[in-house]
């Protein structure tokens, strides 16, 4: 239902964009909030970001914030992460989900309903 794209290995400092287009939601896609989440190997998965429904608020863990952007095009049903100046500890595999978490629970995994696949991320030189 959840459909994750855009991964790829790129230099430090450059950019990527990941995409999620949704299908198949229960309820319309503009109803959800909509997360990325990252796990490396040996790490635990890790919130990155997500834009919630209302407004469009966008929320980001500190380690990402000011470089990383999360939108969303509900005309697509598809949301995206805009990654800048990628490091190497950004390399990950990238998941998107999709639920209804209230505010202060946005960056718990178990809070999401709906997961994608997994995009592979890796930044090397």
């Known amino acids: 239902q959840l459909q994750a794209s855009g991964g790829g290995l790129v230099r430090p400092g450059e950019s990527l964009r990941l995409s999620c287009e949704a299908s198949?939601?229960?309820?319309?896609?503009?109803?959800?909030?909509i997360a990325w989440f990252r796990q490396a190997p040996g790490k635990e998965r890790e919130f990155a970001g997500c834009i919630r429904t209302s407004g469009g608020s966008t929320y980001y863990a500190d380690s990402v914030k000011c470089r990383f952007t999360v939108s969303r095009d509900n005309a697509k049903n598809t949301a995206y992460l805009q990654m800048n100046i990628l490091k190497p500890e950004d390399s990950a595999v990238y998941y998107c989900?999709?639920?209804?978490?209230?505010?202060?629970?946005?960056?718990?995994?178990?809070?999401?309903?709906?997961w994608g696949q997994g995009t592979q991320v890796t930044v090397s030189s």
């Open positions: 989900a999709a639920g209804r978490p209230a505010l202060p629970a946005v960056t718990s995994d178990n809070m999401y309903y709906y």
């Open positions: 198949g939601l229960p309820s319309s896609f503009s109803s959800y909030t």
